[in-house]
């Protein structure tokens, strides 16, 4: 498989009245087209802090990440914007993540709008209307054009959550990064949005970068696994390795916590 994603030695420190804070301490990963990565660590281990890095919303203090051969912090403007498209990501929280005064169609549509050249195939027969395109990206992730017009309050946690995977998905993005997406959602829902999103990764081929400190939820998503603590990686497996002898202490407390 081709490495879409590769990062090479990533360090990122904070400030914190007057303490320094090492939030990602030389994180090296790869991610294939196509893959999924799980994360899982706990609470303050660096996670999204990853994130933002990926995303280049923040800078590192070192280290590169080299999207298709392309160093992400070199690129500035047009050029930032065009490989952005390409990296998409599904947060925690979906009230914060839609903005309240859009009718959910709309918001759905703001990643295409913002990007009108970008013509995934699985919109070919709708992409001439945006009202048909909401509607088809709704009923891809479950929910049903009935929704389209309704407020993001009149939504169920749940069903926010479908609308933000919706646009994640909307410009067919090569990596979809997914930060504590289900920890949010009561565990019966938090199943469902797990079951969502690993369809939409295998129909749509895309890699994904899954994060949670859930293990369980990682192993169903992932088809490798980094375990970080205090912002380093500790472990690394195949996903049907999670139960071998050879995991780090770490990998079995939290294998443990949840069996
Ligand atoms: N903007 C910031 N300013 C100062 N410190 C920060 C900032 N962002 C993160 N940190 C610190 O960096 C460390 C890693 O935080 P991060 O949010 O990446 O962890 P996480 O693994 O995502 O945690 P959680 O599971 O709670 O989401 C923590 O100690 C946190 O307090
Ligand atoms: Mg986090």
């Known amino acids: 498989m081709n490495d879409l994603l590769i990062v090479n030695r990533l360090f990122k420190t904070y400030r914190e009245s007057g303490s320094i804070v090492s939030a990602v301490q030389d994180v090296s990963l790869r991610i294939s087209e196509g893959e999924c990565l799980g994360i899982v660590g706990e609470s303050g281990s660096g996670k ?73 195939s699985f919109l070919a027969d709708v992409r001439h209307s945006r009202r048909d395109t909401a509607a088809k990206l709704l009923e891809m992730v479950g929910l049903q054009a009935a929704h389209m017009d309704r407020y993001p309050h009149e939504l169920s946690g749940g069903q926010r959550q479908r609308v933000a995977i919706a646009r994640g998905i909307s410009l067919s993005p090569k990596l979809l990064i997914c ?25 749509l081929g895309m890699a994904c970068l899954f994060i949670s400190h859930d293990i369980a939820a990682v192993r169903i ?8 603590k205090a912002g380093r990686i500790v472990d690394q497996f195949a996903s049907d390795q999670m139960m071998s002898e050879d995991r780090h202490e770490y990998t079995r407390q939290l294998v443990a916590a949840v069996s």
């Open 179 to 203: 930060d504590e997406p289900t920890s949010s959602l009561d565990v019966s829902v938090q199943t469902q949005i797990l079951h969502l999103l690993k369809s939409m990764q295998t129909k």
């Open 48 to 120: 999204s802090t990853l994130t933002r890095l990926l995303l280049a919303l923040d800078q590192p203090d070192s280290g590169e990440v080299l999207l298709n051969g392309t160093s992400l912090f070199e690129l500035k403007g047009r050029a930032l914007r065009e490989t952005r498209k390409h990296i998409q990501v599904v947060f925690q929280d979906p009230t914060s993540s839609l903005n309240q005064r859009l009718p959910i169609w709309r918001s759905i549509m703001e990643p295409l709008d913002n990007f009108p050249d970008v013509k995934p």
């Open 221 to 228: 998503m992932s088809d490798r696994i980094i375990v970080m």
